[in-house]
C-alpha cells in the first residue's frame, strides 16, 4: 500500500485496508525474521567464544562485524516491518517513526559498507601487505571499520528529516516521507479523482542519494578492489614464476627468517637448493605446519571474502537495480512491475541469513584443517 497511488477524492475515504501482497510479505519476513535470528545468534556466540583470538586475527573481526549487521537488518528492519504490516498503522509517535527509519537505513548502509571493508582488506593485504604482523593488519582493521561506521551514520542522518507521522485518515496515523505527504495534501487541494503519479524534483534527487550511497557507490568500490586485485596477481604471476623472484614472493606472502621489528612472529625461509645446507634449512622444516596452515589461511580467507561479495551482490542487484530504472525512467517503468517490487525487496534479508552460512562454514573449515595438520 502506498498513498501516492491511491485514488484520491474529495469526499472522505475509508483507510486502506491490507491487500494480498501485503499478507504474502508479512508471511516470508516472520520466516526470514525467525530463522536469521537463530542462525545469527548462534554466529554471534560463536564469533565471540574466544575473544582472545580477535586480537590478532582480522577475518575473525571482519565476520564479528558482518554478524552485527546482519543483525540490525533482521531486528530493526525486519522486526519494523513486520509490526507496521500485523496493525498497520504507525502508534509509536514522531520521535520513533524517525529513529525507527534511521535504523533502517543505517542497517542497509552499514551491511554494504563492511562488504567494502572486506574487499578494501582483500586489496591492501595485496598491495600493502604487513609482513607477518597480525597486530598492524587487525589495527588496519579496526580502522577501516570504524571509518565504515562512521560514514554509515552520517549517510543516514537525513532520514531524520525526511520521516514524520502523518494521518491522511482519522485515527490513522502512519510513518510517511514528507514528499508522499505533500502529494496527498496536494491531491486534496487540487480534488482530484485521478491517480497522482508526480515525483518532487527533490523527492527524486533524495532517492537517487539514497540507493548509490547504499548499493551502487559501495559496488563500485568492491569492484574497483577485486579488479585490482586480480590484476595484480595476473602481472605477480609471471614473476614469481621465475627462479629468480622466489625470495621476492616468499617475503610477500609472510616466509622470511628474519622477525619484523614490530612483531613477535617468527616467519619462515623457502628452502631451496642454496639453503639446504645452512641454519635456514633447520628453521624452515621443523615447522612446517605453521607455513601449510598460514598459507590454508590466505586460500580460505579470499574464498570466503569473495563468497560473501558474491552473495551480497545477487541479492542486492535485483531491487537496486528495479529501483534506479524507476527513478531514471518512470514513464517506461510498468506499474505491474511496481506491484513485484516488494518480494525482491525480500531478497536483501535473504542475505542477512546467507551470511553466516557462509562464513561459520569457513571457520569450521580452518577448525578441521587446523586439527588435521597438528594430528
Known amino acids: 500500500m502506498r498513498l501516492s497511488e491511491e485514488a484520491v477524492d474529495w469526499d472522505p475515504l475509508p483507510p486502506p485496508t491490507r491487500i494480498a501482497s501485503d499478507y504474502i510479505e508479512m508471511g516470508y519476513l516472520l520466516v526470514l525474521g525467525a530463522v536469521g ?12 567464544e574466544r575473544p582472545s583470538v580477535a586480537r590478532r586475527d582480522r577475518l575473525l573481526v571482519l565476520k564479528q562485524h558482518m554478524n552485527y549487521s546482519d543483525m540490525m537488518v533482521i531486528f530493526l528492519y525486519t522486526t519494523s516491518r513486520v509490526c507496521w504490516l500485523t496493525i498497520y498503522t504507525w502508534n509509536g509517535g514522531d520521535v520513533l517513526c524517525k529513529f525507527v527509519k534511521f535504523g533502517q537505513a543505517l542497517s542497509f ?29 587487525v589495527a588496519r582493521v579496526h580502522g577501516l571499520l570504524i571509518g565504515a561506521w562512521v560514514t554509515a551514520v552520517a549517510l543516514s542522518l537525513p532520514q531524520m528529516f525526511v520521516w514524520k507521522v502523518f494521518e491522511p485518515f482519522p485515527n490513522w496515523p502512519q510513518c510517511s516521507g514528507i514528499w508522499e505527504i505533500s502529494r ?8 482530484q479523482n485521478t491517480t497522482i503519479y508526480y515525483a518532487f524534483t527533490a523527492e527524486r534527487i533524495y532517492n537517487i542519494y539514497h540507493i548509490v550511497v547504499i548499493f551502487w557507490l559501495p559496488l563500485a568500490l568492491i569492484t574497483l578492489c577485486y579488479a585490482t586485485v586480480i590484476v595484480w596477481l595476473w602481472k605477480r604471476r609471471s614473476t614469481v614464476s621465475s627462479p629468480s623472484s622466489v625470495s621476492t614472493y616468499a617475503g610477500h606472502v609472510g616466509l622470511s627468517t628474519s622477525r619484523s621489528p614490530a612483531c613477535s612472529s617468527v616467519r619462515f625461509a623457502v628452502v631451496t637448493e642454496e639453503t639446504r645446507g645452512s641454519s635456514n634449512y633447520k628453521l624452515a622444516t621443523t615447522r612446517p605446519f605453521r607455513t601449510r596452515s598460514t598459507s590454508c589461511s590466505r586460500r580460505q580467507a579470499m574464498r570466503v571474502s569473495c563468497a560473501l561479495v558474491v552473495a551480497y551482490v545477487l541479492c542486492w542487484l535485483p531491487y537496486n537495480s528495479l529501483v534506479l530504472w524507476q527513478l531514471i525512467d518512470p514513464v517506461g517503468y510498468s506499474a505491474q512491475i511496481e506491484s513485484k517490487m516488494y518480494f525482491i525487496n525480500g531478497l536483501i534479508v535473504v542475505n542477512s541469513v546467507v551470511n553466516p552460512f557462509l562464513y561459520e562454514t569457513f571457520r569450521k573449515q580452518i577448525d578441521h584443517r587446523t586439527f588435521d595438520q597438528k594430528k
Open 37 to 48: 535470528a537463530i542462525v545469527n545468534l548462534i554466529a554471534f556466540t560463536n564469533l565471540n
Open 109 to 137: 548502509q552499514i551491511s554494504s559498507n563492511v562488504v567494502v571493508v572486506i574487499a578494501v582488506d582483500r586489496a591492501l593485504s595485496v598491495l600493502v601487505p604487513l609482513r607477518g604482523c597480525r597486530t598492524a593488519a
Open 184 to 191: 496527498w495534501q496536494l491531491s486534496l487541494e487540487n480534488k
